[in-house]
């Protein structure tokens, strides 16, 4: 902070704006509330590097863990330089951007909005800290770890002796190594974006083309280099015919209470006037489009990319070795941070840890792609149901000049028949780690096709 403050005041010196006196040194007041936050923060990311540093064997093997944790960290810093973006209770609960909007308003003088958001920004920060110290514990707790063979870390000789060793199931490095390609991948592709598409066919290719290089061609590819069967590592076992249906009307069902969340989340963390404006082209583009094709488009395309990427291959090697929720944990933030706009990623990932769960308790892809599909499904159908002549139309739906909205009683009802779906869709179904959970043993006979579907 010292060599901050000093470097601050050569350069405020050296500033003039246009024929005005040099600005002179930056106010003591500012650099000391940025110095009583760097401090949390420089703990959570040397706690975080340590523990990602004490897996590697090499600077460069480092180099490698390190990227996929700055990838996840550059947007929580870049939020708060977002226009429009304000402390509030939604964006103090976001680690690191609370922070960064606490110093933010302290500068400024809003004291009183910073004290109101002074325990929320304070509590997510401890709790990102006790995860961070306790990881970076448990990293030098485990014998294998520290004393693990210290070879020199070399590309191609990792890559021959994981084609060499390959296993019915991918291992946990894999995943990472395929969720870090996917992200990266994304990441650099939202800057790659051109103007809003003209037509069906170029709003077409913006949408499906990513999704299929992307996030599904990484995962298909890594289930093909790092296991001998493929179609187990994607997790495309078979189940009942009747699991696939019930998914279909858990998406239906629950798509109410989907609803409800995201408006929710839109209260908590409000669209800006400059956000809202840039959409708009987009949306009115959508409600022109045919059904069909935004169904394609929206609907069925990422419910089967993003599934078999997210739920199968990746979720296959995070869950070895009995670690099942961390596998829906994880998987869900993934998820949700592959969806470009904060609204929008906080939802998927509360929906991910449903989608998780689902693919857990029943050891297969499938039932999410479903569930996956009905629910982008209504969303794009939302209007045309709401607005089309059906009988008894006004018992699911709410129309007003602003929007569609779905009745009370029917997302109550909805919300208790989704309950009742989930439950028999997973007693008595097969987990995911009864699906050759020993990495060395091929316990069970190859399960490659879904029966009836």
Same mark, same amino acid.
């Given at each position: 902070?010292?060599?901050?403050?000093?470097?601050?005041?050569?350069?405020?010196?050296?500033?003039?704006?246009?024929?005005?006196?040099?600005?002179?040194?930056?106010?003591?007041?500012?650099?000391?509330?940025?110095?009583?936050?760097?401090?949390?923060?420089?703990?959570?990311?040397?706690?975080?590097?340590?523990?990602?540093?004490?897996?590697?064997?090499?600077?460069?093997?480092?180099?490698?863990?390190?990227?996929?944790?700055?990838?996840?960290?550059?947007?929580?810093?870049?939020?708060?330089?977002?226009?429009?973006?304000?402390?509030?209770?939604?964006?103090?609960?976001?680690?690191?951007?609370?922070?960064?909007?606490?110093?933010?308003?302290?500068?400024?003088?809003?004291?009183?909005?910073?004290?109101?958001?002074?325990?929320?920004?304070?509590?997510?920060?401890?709790?990102?800290?006790?995860?961070?110290?306790?990881?970076?514990?448990?990293?030098?707790?485990?014998?294998?770890?520290?004393?693990?063979?210290?070879?020199?870390?070399?590309?191609?000789?990792?890559?021959?002796?994981?084609?060499?060793?390959?296993?019915?199931?991918?291992?946990?490095?894999?995943?990472?190594?395929?969720?870090?390609?996917?992200?990266?991948?994304?990441?650099?592709?939202?800057?790659?974006?051109?103007?809003?598409?003209?037509?069906?066919?170029?709003?077409?290719?913006?949408?499906?083309?990513?999704?299929?290089?992307?996030?599904?061609?990484?995962?298909?590819?890594?289930?093909?280099?790092?296991?001998?069967?493929?179609?187990?590592?994607?997790?495309?076992?078979?189940?009942?015919?009747?699991?696939?249906?019930?998914?279909?009307?858990?998406?239906?069902?629950?798509?109410?209470?989907?609803?409800?969340?995201?408006?929710?989340?839109?209260?908590?963390?409000?669209?800006?006037?400059?956000?809202?404006?840039?959409?708009?082209?987009?949306?009115?583009?959508?409600?022109?489009?045919?059904?069909?094709?935004?169904?394609?488009?929206?609907?069925?395309?990422?419910?089967?990319?993003?599934?078999?990427?997210?739920?199968?291959?990746?979720?296959?090697?995070?869950?070895?070795? =009995?670690?099942?929720?961390?596998?829906?944990?994880?998987?869900?933030?993934?998820?949700?941070?592959?969806?470009?706009?904060?609204?929008?990623?906080?939802?998927?990932?509360?929906?991910?840890?449903?989608?998780?769960?689902?693919?857990?308790?029943?050891?297969?892809?499938?039932?999410?792609?479903?569930?996956?599909?009905?629910?982008?499904?209504?969303?794009?159908?939302?209007?045309?149901?709401?607005?089309?002549?059906?009988?008894?139309?006004?018992?699911?739906? =709410?129309?007003?000049?602003?929007?569609?909205?779905?009745?009370?009683?029917?997302?109550?009802?909805?919300?208790?028949?989704?309950?009742?779906?989930?439950?028999?869709?997973?007693?008595?179904?097969?987990?995911?780690?009864?699906?050759?959970?020993?990495?060395?043993? =091929?316990?069970?006979?190859?399960?490659?096709?879904?029966?009836?579907?």
């Amino acid at each position: 902070c010292c060599s901050m403050l000093l470097t601050s005041s050569l350069t405020f010196n050296q500033i003039s704006l246009g024929a005005g006196p040099v600005v002179g040194s930056p106010p003591l007041v500012p650099m000391l509330w940025l110095f009583v936050a760097l401090i949390p923060l420089s703990v959570l990311f040397s706690a975080v590097a340590l523990a990602a540093a004490a897996l590697a064997k090499s600077s460069k093997e480092g180099q490698y863990y390190l990227m996929p944790l700055m990838m996840i960290t550059l947007p929580l810093v870049m939020i708060p330089m977002v226009p429009g973006t304000e402390l509030s209770i939604g964006n103090s609960l976001i680690p690191v951007t609370g922070m960064f909007l606490l110093v933010r308003s302290l500068i400024e003088g809003d004291y009183l909005v910073a004290l109101l958001h002074l325990p929320s920004v304070l509590g997510v920060t401890i709790l990102c800290l006790w995860f961070a110290m306790n990881w970076a514990r448990q990293q030098f707790e485990d014998e294998a770890v520290l004393f693990g063979s210290q070879e020199p870390f070399s590309l191609n000789r990792w890559l021959s002796r994981g084609w060499q060793h390959r296993e019915p199931i991918p291992s946990r490095p894999a995943s990472f190594l395929c969720a870090a390609v996917i992200m990266i991948a994304l990441f650099f592709a939202k800057f790659s974006g051109g103007s809003v598409p003209v037509g069906d066919f170029e709003f077409a290719k913006l949408v499906v083309w990513p999704q299929l290089l992307l996030i599904l061609g990484p995962a298909v590819i890594f289930s093909l280099i790092a296991s001998r069967r493929p179609l187990r590592a994607l997790r495309l076992n078979k189940v009942p015919l009747w699991m696939p249906l019930a998914a279909i009307a858990l998406g239906i069902c629950f798509h109410p209470t989907y609803v409800a969340l995201g408006g929710l989340v839109n209260t908590l963390y409000p669209l800006s006037e400059q956000a809202i404006a840039a959409l708009k082209p987009l949306t009115e583009q959508m409600a022109a489009m045919p059904w069909f094709v935004l169904f394609s488009v929206i609907a069925l395309t990422p419910a089967v990319c993003e599934e078999i990427a997210f739920r199968g291959f990746i979720f296959s090697g995070l869950s070895r070795g =009995d670690r099942h929720w961390g596998a829906v944990a994880i998987t869900a933030v993934l998820f949700g941070a592959s969806h470009g706009v904060l609204q929008q990623s906080i939802c998927a990932t509360l929906m991910g840890v449903l989608l998780g769960y689902i693919a857990y308790r029943t050891g297969s892809v499938y039932p999410g792609i479903f569930f996956h599909l009905a629910n982008n499904a209504m969303s794009v159908s939302l209007d045309r149901l709401a607005s089309s002549d059906v009988p008894g139309v006004i018992f699911f739906f =709410d129309v007003t000049e602003d929007a569609v909205h779905y009745q009370q009683h029917w997302t109550v009802l909805s919300f208790v028949l989704a309950t009742g779906i989930i439950y028999l869709m997973t007693k008595g179904s097969i987990k995911s780690g009864e699906v050759c959970e020993d990495s060395n043993k =091929d316990l069970t006979k190859p399960i490659e096709s879904l029966s009836g579907v």
